[in-house]
């Protein structure tokens, strides 16, 4: 059994006139995101790992989940999580150490939430918001056997279920 959370980027910033991949988060996105990871934290759900998109405001909510959770070893940026798609999101997956049992994936609508949906089949993912969690277990036991529906939804937390 492994186990995949899937996360949306916290709120990010229009105020500078800055090409999309460099974009900040804005400070209610970093908050949310502090509260999120506390809210998994008090759960006992964390991963093994990180692995973000290397977009600024991807990486800034990366390093936020990670401080939150108590992860020692500093979020992976993985390019092919900006401006990708399904096909490339399961590659990173389907490439992770077998030496982890679980991984949480930093990235970006509308391709995460069309990740959630093709590993569940469920239609819950309609539109992941910013700093939303998707907590999916994978009936596979290595990495590389993952496949689209191969996972069901665990649970999908938002930051006002933090409240």
């Known amino acids: 059994m492994k186990r995949i959370y899937l996360v949306r980027h916290a709120k990010s910033s229009w105020k500078e006139a800055l090409p999309d991949h460099l974009r900040p988060l804005k400070k209610r996105g970093r908050k949310d995101a502090a509260k999120v990871g506390k809210y998994l934290q008090e759960r006992g759900f964390i991963p093994s790992i990180i692995v973000s998109s290397d977009a600024t405001r991807a990486m800034e909510t990366a390093k936020i989940l990670s401080e939150a959770l108590n992860i020692e070893e500093p979020p992976t940026l993985e390019a092919n999580l900006y401006e990708s798609g399904v096909k490339e999101y399961l590659k990173v997956i389907q490439e992770t150490s077998e030496d982890y049992d679980s991984i949480m994936l ?46 069901k939804s665990i649970s999908l937390i938002t930051p006002k279920d933090t409240l």
């Open 106 to 151: 930093v990235g970006h609508n509308p391709i995460i939430t069309d990740t959630a949906l093709a590993l569940t089949g469920e239609k819950i993912y309609k539109w992941m918001k910013t700093s939303t969690v998707a907590i999916l277990d994978c009936s596979v036991e290595s990495w590389s056997e993952l496949s689209p529906r191969s996972c």
